[in-house]
């Protein structure tokens, strides 16, 4: 008899389990969570949105990341507003393009970020990540530790010990803080340059001793450029980064030989297994966050938010970097778990950064009226279900600050003190900028002069560059940005005049004045 209890018990709670799954895609998500729903930001640096097994790439990088995708929504047009990880990353904590949220006037702080804003709504919140860029320039750190206070988990500096994740923090927060509704941002840099230096090797050659052997322990890869590596130690050459030192970017003398050094296809091979470990690497941190919010029960309480900073050139344009706004560094993996609603893929219309904050709020039901966000959230929530709201038919991108105008010459001239003095009497600052919709990009070259004139690639390879005002794209015929449009027509006229439009509206509405302060290394 008891078991025939027991039995008609367990089937009772079974139904009632079941029926709940069925239901919760028509509840809405203020009913799913069980308190206020918790948030978890997770800022990927540097990840392509094509090295996913989510997004079709056929080598097995993300399995945690590919599982993830399937419960959850994923954006096959998302856009970053920038190529650097602090100036993108600003722009989706606080909803403001990087002219408008005093990115570039580094002293000066907007008036609310979404970990403030989230803060006053009571939640507890903590930053825990390896990706050091918001720890390097002492503005930034101060932005975030305002908002993250003591727990602000971030390395100083890119040296790849400092990119291991200590666990026992993520644990131990979230055991002494998960009766709260929580905010967690995690910022993650095993996918930066050095590319999957000291990680586990899944899938490089270990017998390699080409070109990139040693030279790719270099962020940014910024000693090859147009298929040959130079040597980094070469007098000739005479420059430096701003702030580089051996600390930061590691000098290896494994390569040996005649430099400049011609590079081909098994070069390029290695350089992607190696990126290829980083992500790999950065699947499993992602796998870890989602196992410890799983064994706390918080998985089906959380608002899951996963998006990468920017991408990378991996050599498609003849050097190896994050540098510029094309589509290979600004086009990059967004996927959003909601709790208990239906998985899709949202392939139509586009999503940017600055719609990220204003989408978090408008799921938590928080009203903000500080100031107006440059985004839109792209969800429609109503007593029913959570629906797409995305009508972005474009989007915009800011490249600012210049990583070729960064350099010292001789240990002693300030190319960018030079640019400076051009920037007054020409009288505009150096940000260029691009808009994209489904079928052609325009880039506006505001600072064409100055690179041609001042690029790190001239410094390198004594070829000096020659850039156009305006590169016109048709996206659908040359997806990589390849083959520039000669031909302009009416349609490069339309784009034109948004472009220039866009320009004047997020420069009369930021900063007017040229901030008197140094340049920052901040890649």
């Known amino acids: 008899m008891k078991f025939i209890v027991l039995l008609f018990l367990t089937l009772v709670l079974f139904s009632c389990n079941n029926e709940k799954r069925i239901l919760a895609k028509d509840k809405s998500i203020f009913d799913l969570c069980s308190k206020k729903c918790n948030v978890i930001l997770i800022s990927i640096d540097s990840l392509r949105r094509d090295h996913l097994g989510a997004y079709g790439y056929p080598r097995n990088t993300s399995p945690n990341i590919d599982s993830f995708a399937k419960d959850s929504w994923l954006f096959k047009n998302?856009?970053?507003?920038?190529?650097?990880?602090?100036?993108?990353?600003?722009?989706?904590?606080?909803?403001?393009?990087?002219?408008?949220?005093?990115?570039?006037?580094?002293?000066?702080?907007?008036?609310?970020?979404?970990?403030?804003?989230?803060?006053?709504?009571?939640?507890?919140?903590?930053?825990?990540?390896?990706?050091?860029?918001?720890?390097?320039?002492?503005?930034?750190?101060?932005?975030?530790?305002?908002?993250?206070?003591?727990?602000?988990?971030?390395?100083?500096?890119?040296?790849?010990?400092?990119?291991?994740?200590?666990?026992?923090?993520?644990?131990?927060?979230?055991?002494?803080?998960?009766?709260?509704?929580?905010?967690?941002?995690?910022?993650?840099?095993?996918?930066?340059?050095?590319?999957?230096?000291?990680?586990?090797?899944k899938f490089a050659d270990e017998n390699y001793r080409g070109a990139f052997y040693g030279i790719h322990y270099f962020a940014n890869m910024q000693y090859y450029y147009d298929n040959y590596v130079y040597d980094p130690k070469l007098p000739g050459h005479k420059f430096n980064l701003t702030f580089l030192n051996n600390q930061t970017h590691l000098i290896s003398s494994k390569v040996t030989g005649k430099f400049p050094k011609k590079v081909n296809q098994i070069d390029f091979n290695f350089l992607n297994d190696i990126y290829d470990n980083g992500v790999s690497q950065v699947d499993y941190e992602v796998g870890e966050i989602i196992k410890i919010l799983k064994n706390n029960n918080l998985y089906n309480d959380t608002i899951i938010i996963l998006q990468s900073e920017h991408g990378e050139t991996l050599g498609e344009r003849k050097y190896i970097a994050h540098t510029d706004i094309h589509d290979e560094m600004v086009h990059v993996p967004l996927i959003i778990h909601f709790p208990g609603v239906v998985p899709k893929i949202i392939e139509k219309n586009f999503v940017s950064g600055i719609d990220i904050l204003p989408t978090i709020l408008d799921l938590l039901n928080i009203k903000f009226n500080d100031y107006k966000f440059d985004g839109q959230s792209i969800v429609r929530v109503n007593k029913k279900k959570i629906e797409t709201n995305i009508t972005k038919e474009e989007v915009f991108h800011v490249r600012m600050p210049l990583w070729e105008t960064t350099l010292t010459v001789d240990q002693k001239n300030s190319i960018f003190d030079q640019l400076r003095e051009y920037q007054i009497s020409i009288g505009h600052d150096f940000k260029e900028y691009a808009v994209r919709n489904n079928k052609n990009k325009l880039?506006?070259?505001?600072?064409?002069?100055?690179?041609?004139?001042?690029?790190?690639?001239?410094?390198?390879?004594?070829?000096?560059?020659?850039?156009?005002?305006?590169?016109?794209?048709?996206?659908?015929?040359?997806?990589?940005?390849?083959?520039?449009i000669k031909n302009e027509g009416p349609v490069f006229n339309i784009l034109k005049k948004r472009l220039l439009d866009f320009e004047i509206q997020v420069r009369t509405n930021g900063l007017k004045e040229i901030p008197k302060i140094e340049l920052q290394d901040y890649r």
Request: aromatic share 18%; no cysteine; hydrophobic share 35%.
């Open 78 to 201: 998302y856009f970053s507003t920038d190529y650097l990880t602090p100036v993108s990353e600003r722009s989706v904590h606080t909803g403001l393009f990087p002219d408008r949220n005093y990115t570039k006037e580094f002293k000066k702080t907007p008036p609310q970020t979404l970990g403030d804003i989230l803060n006053s709504n009571g939640y507890t919140s903590a930053a825990i990540g390896n990706s050091p860029e918001f720890q390097m320039v002492v503005e930034y750190r101060e932005l975030f530790k305002k908002a993250f206070g003591n727990h602000f988990h971030i390395p100083k500096t890119r040296m790849w010990n400092n990119r291991q994740f200590n666990w026992n923090i993520i644990n131990d927060f979230v055991n002494k803080n998960k009766d709260h509704p929580l905010f967690l941002w995690f910022p993650l840099g095993s996918v930066h340059a050095p590319f999957g230096y000291k990680l586990p090797n």
């Open 443 to 484: 880039i506006h070259r505001r600072a064409r002069f100055a690179e041609m004139q001042y690029s790190a690639w001239t410094f390198i390879s004594g070829k000096r560059l020659n850039i156009p005002e305006f590169e016109f794209f048709d996206i659908v015929k040359d997806p990589k940005e390849l083959f520039p």
